[in-house]
């Protein structure tokens, strides 16, 4: 399952983890993605998304339906 969510396109980002005795090694951040389902009231069935837990605070403050219109619109399989 790769770590991308579909409401905000978060992906992994990359660095360098610095210890105490600045040696550096390669590290990575990881968003927080949690696989959630949805009813949508607009195509009267449920989704299921991958989704961060920011895109689960859009979807709260914008509406499933608004949400959902936007990545049909951008061509994503719902």
């Not at 590290?27 to 195509?43: A, D, F, G, I």
């Amino acid at each position: 399952m790769p770590a991308r969510c579909q409401v905000t396109g978060a992906v992994p980002s990359f660095g360098n983890a610095i210890s105490h005795s600045h040696r550096r090694t390669s590290r990575t951040w990881r968003p927080n993605v949690q696989r959630r389902t949805y009813w949508v009231p607009s195509l009267r069935r449920k989704v299921r998304l991958q989704v961060s837990t920011t895109g689960i605070k859009v979807i709260d403050r914008r509406g499933i339906d608004v949400v959902v219109a936007e990545l049909l619109a951008r061509g994503e399989k719902v």
